[in-house]
């Protein structure tokens, strides 16, 4: 699964119980995997957070999540750790692996020295996580 940054994925931090990071933008991703129709991602509270339109994904700005699970929040890793947490919750569409290979790839482009290691406790331990968090609802338009 190959992902590129198109545009956005700034955040901030929030003071947020559950999530520490905020995306303040919409964060655009060309992904090699093509969706067919149109899907709208709503999440649990029924809050929009995300659309995915032939290969592009865009995650809302305002989408909340927690960064890297067990380690440190690095800056140049943070818009593959959101695309990461938001294939975590939504658990569809796609498989574990490929949620994990496009975080790689993010962190490929981004240059991010440690990808490999943090690719490795994914792979490890994502298992653990995997659909276990604030369950997403997909809309057809």
Not at 16 to 35: A, G
Not at 93 to 113: C, F
Request: avoid cysteine; proline fraction near 3%; charge should be positive.
């Amino acid at each position: 699964m190959i992902v590129r940054r198109v545009s956005g994925g700034k955040f901030d931090r929030t003071s947020h119980p559950k999530w520490k990071y905020r995306l303040s933008e919409h964060l655009v991703l060309w992904t090699s995997h093509r969706v067919e129709e149109p899907i709208l991602i709503r999440s649990s509270s029924g809050y929009l957070i995300g659309e995915w339109q032939g290969n592009l994904l865009t995650i809302f700005s305002g989408y909340m999540y927690d960064g890297a699970t067990g380690w440190p929040d690095h800056k140049e890793a943070m818009v593959g750790f959101a695309f990461h947490d938001f294939g975590y919750q939504l658990s569809q569409i796609l498989t574990r692996l490929q949620w994990d290979q496009g975080m790689k790839s993010l962190h490929e482009q981004a240059n991010y020295k440690l990808r490999h290691v943090v690719f490795a406790g994914v792979r490890l331990g994502g298992w653990k996580f995997f659909g276990k968090s604030e369950p997403v609802r997909i809309i057809e338009i």
